[in-house]
Structure formats: C-alpha cells, structure tokens
C-alpha cells in the first residue's frame, strides 16, 4: 500500500526548499501531504492545507493574524494550529508519517506537529538546531531531530545533499513494515537508574514469567514525563514504580527533575501500582562546577566526569515523603509503598558515602504521616537492591492486579 508523507512548512519563504523535499520524497514512491504555515506572503506552491486552515485551528483569521505584522503572535498561533492540523488529518488516515525543516520558528511549529502525533508515527525535524539541547522540541515524543549544517535558505550542492538523505530517512522510516508483537501481553511500566538496575532486573523477571511485558523508563527527567504519558494514554495494565529519583531534582532543583506531576496518572487512572522511592537519596547535576554554590557544603558523589550526586538531607526528604503521600492519596485505584530501608541506592548501603539512615527516616515519617490510611506502607529491612525485596516488590504489584 503506497505511503504518504506529511510535509510541514513554511511555502513562502521556503518554498523552493520544501519542494525540492517534496519531489524527492514523490521520487522514491511515496505520495506527500503538505500543509503550509507561512503567514508572510503567498505559498510558492500548492499545498494540500493552507495556512488560513492553520491559523484558525490555532484560534485567529490569517487576513487579521497578517494585518497584525507581529511574527511572535503569527509563530504562537501558527504552533498552535500546526499540531491540531497534524492530528485531525493523521487521524482522518490521511498520512503516515510527517517530516519538516526549518530554524528556530520552523522548527518550533514543526516539532509542535510532531509532538501532536502518537508514539510510533515517524517524524523527522530537519533543523539548525538540532546538534543543541533539543528536549523542549522533542518532549516526549520519539522525534528525529536531524542537523541541517546550513541554514535552510537556499538549495546548493550541501543543502541538496542534506534534504535528499531526509527524504530518504523519513521514506525507509515510513515504507519499513516492522515486527508487530502479536502476543498482545498486558504492559507493565517501570522506573531504573544504574543505582536500581538490579532490582529492575530481578523484578523483571518475576512479573514477566506471569504472561506480562515489562516496559522499562530509564528515570532522567524525560524518562519519567514519557511513562506518566504513556500510562495517561492507556498502556500500561500495572507500575512498578521503582525508581523515582526524579522527585529529589524537582525537590532539589536538579537536571533530572520530571516536573510537578510526576506520581500523578497512575493515581488518576486508577492503575494499580506499587511505589517505592529508589534514588530519592540523591539529587543530579552534571559537572561540579554545574552545582549551584548554595549547595557548596554538602555532600557529592562524582558518578562520572559529567554527572555529580548530591545527597538528599533530612528536610528535603521530609518534603518528599509530603509529596508522595499527597500524589498518592489521589489514587482511584490499589496503590502500595515498599521500603528498603537497608538503603534506597546502592551508594546508601551502610558502608558506602550516601549511607544516612536519618534522612531516609525522615521520608517514612513525613509519608506515613500525610499518606491515607487504607494505602499500605511496607517497611523492609533489606537494601533496594537485595533479591528479596525485588521478589516483594513484583509479587505485590502482581498482588494488586488480581485483586483489582
């Protein structure tokens, strides 16, 4: 069955560039899409969408959005429509996968696309910026962000080159008909760090022996946001919240924060869950001179030469066991919290630099202070780590499920 490709762009400031694109992606067999965001001039080109549909499913008339002449009003309202555009028309079946390029606004209303597409949709960001930090375009979404070397201005023998290998990319990524599971196992999402490998592991195996598939979210910030998303999306029959780390950044203002809602769609989903606070013990930062000099008296541990530990202390525990019981008395559903208070990491044993059974203390009394009292709070003597905590941890959460 031939494919067909969305294209996003701006067709009147480049719109020689777009079609250039749009020839090679017809040239290797696949149809094109193509939606028009430009709001400056007319498209030098048809396209399959105009930028007046786009601008008013972002919400204003393109005569008033031109008439305005304010380019960040146009970007916003044009980002706006973009990614309503692209759902209404993938889900009408009218692409398979979408491909743009741009610099900073193109790339902004592209991704914005993008992003508005589920997982497994190829999507392909040919972009200046895309040899930087590229998490606010990509979020959680599985977005291919592709350098453009040159500026996207003008077709020569560097530029040709670039944009006929991304027609090629996003052609193989949309033509390519991959192995589908066909088992159609219930998914259960779970939380690892290097410091939790182990436990994930072991766990792992237990609960993948009783017929379910075990989908692991390395917890750095992003790795969270996408589990939260794809839980919220329906995925996920049970959680195994291993590894919430990410909570000691949102707490302690580290890189690997997940933001404010981490703990919440579970809880709203009513989708069984056991939580255990593996990692809290630390907060990350990347090298030493990254941490913020507040902090110029406390205690580190160098994981790498671009990753600094900081051990969480007494208060910051405290507000985190307050926050999980708060997420989780929201629960609609069967929730448990299992403790390894032989240590939350494997740099918190009781002979390695993180050990602080006080703080770790702290976490319990705040959570067992605040948490409802129909949620149970199990305490272990073992380290998170320890093969007979991470038999408890599956054997509760399997627990959970059949009694759901």
Sequence with gaps: ???????????????????????????????TFVINVGVLGKPSFTPD??????????????????????????????????DKIAAKYFNEGKFDGIISMGGGGGT?????????????VPKLMISTLASGDTSAYVGTKDITMMPSILDV????????????????????MVTWESEQSVDNKPMIATSMFGNTTRAVE?????????GYEVLVFHATGTGGRTMEMLIKNGYFTGVLDVTTTEWADEVCGG???????????????????????GCIDMCNFWAP?????????????????????MRTNIEENQRMGKIFAEKLNKAKGPVAVLIPMGGFSEIDYPDQIFWWPEANQAFVDALKKHIRQDIPVEISDKDINDPEFSKSAAQKLLELIKNK
């Excluded at 020689?16 to 696949?30: S, T, V």
């Design 1 to 31: 069955m031939e494919k067909t490709i969305a294209i996003i762009g701006a067709l009147d400031t480049k719109g020689q560039e777009f079609e250039f694109l749009k020839k090679e992606i017809e040239n290797r067999g696949c149809k």
């Design 49 to 82: 969408i105009g930028a007046d549909e786009v601008a008013k499913a972002g919400g204003t008339d393109l005569a008033e959005l031109v008439s305005r002449k304010d380019r960040g009003d146009a970007m916003a309202t044009m980002t706006k429509g973009a």
């Design 108 to 120: 902004i209303v592209g991704t914005s696309a993008m992003r508005a597409l589920p997982v497994g």
């Design 153 to 172: 201005a003008g077709l020569n023998r560097i530029s040709r080159k670039i944009f006929s290998n991304a027609a090629g990319a996003i052609y193989g």
């Design 202 to 210: 072991d766990a792992r195996g237990i609960i993948e022996k009783e």
């Design 255 to 277: 890189e690997l924060s997940a933001g404010p809602s981490r703990l919440e769609a579970a809880a709203k989903l009513g989708i069984p869950q056991v939580v255990i606070p």
């Design 289 to 309: 001179e990254t941490v913020p000099a507040k902090y110029s008296d406390r205690l580190f541990y160098e994981w790498n030469p671009n990753v600094t530990l």
